[in-house]
T-cell receptor
């Protein structure tokens, strides 16, 4: 029952460093998402992928890039990390359409000094 | 996306019922009402959703007002494991593609032993 797996679980970066957060799902879902959650706040959508080969911007895409490597994997890249990107990052997946629930990973806690 | 309003926090005692309210006065006819919860240090977890009729599942019940401007998530017997932040979210019936969740700050539920 792996569901959505995110790696790493924790990471500390220095300002200007680059980093790729990995996400994989084993539920054969078409859609995948990346969110960030700042302290005391709800989640905000960064990017999403409706299906393999497509990606679209969410609410807060600046400073990030994504790759939908295949149906299972969706990665999030920070090219030049900034302290404002310190956050907890969640990946999610869902079946396509019909109000299907989203299934979330346990998050990556990222600190940028 | 239409807006939802929830109390910032609520308290309950273990094994008692909990009624978590949500106001959504600007809801449109095609908006589904979804509830997710987030336990400490975990990703959000789908709880339940509905459109017009009351809904029950193994986790909770959802009571929707006749005018659909409010709804209530009901936990029939709260346990310590139910202590979490509960999010009420409106989602449009999708015309196609993936569905994006818009999270507010939610209601932090404390369950007292």
């Amino acid at each position: 029952n792996a569901g959505v797996t995110q790696t790493p679980k924790f990471q500390v970066l220095k300002t200007g460093q680059s980093m790729t957060l990995q996400c994989a799902q084993d539920m054969n879902h078409n859609s995948m998402y990346w969110y960030r959650q700042d302290p005391g706040m709800g989640l905000r959508l960064i990017y999403y992928s409706a299906s393999e080969g497509t990606t679209d911007k969410g609410e807060v895409p600046n400073g990030y890039n994504v790759s939908r490597l295949n149906k299972r994997e969706f990665s999030l890249r920070l090219e030049s990390a900034a302290p404002s990107q310190t956050s907890v990052y969640f990946c999610a997946s869902s079946d396509w359409g019909g109000n299907q629930p989203q299934h979330f990973g346990d998050g990556t806690r990222l600190s940028i000094l | 996306d239409a807006k939802t309003t929830q109390p910032n926090s609520m308290e309950s005692n273990e094994e008692e019922p909990v009624h978590l309210p949500c106001n959504h006065s600007t809801i449109s006819g095609t908006d589904y009402i979804h509830w997710y919860r987030q336990l400490p240090s975990q990703g959000p977890e789908y709880v339940i959703h509905g459109l017009t009729s009351n809904v029950n599942n193994r986790m909770a019940s959802l009571a929707i007002a006749e005018d659909r401007k409010s709804s209530t998530l009901i936990l029939h017997r709260a346990t310590l494991r139910d202590a979490a932040v509960y999010y009420c979210i409106l989602r449009l019936l999708p015309q196609g593609g993936s569905e994006k969740l818009v999270f507010g700050k939610g209601t932090k539920l404390t369950v007292n032993p």
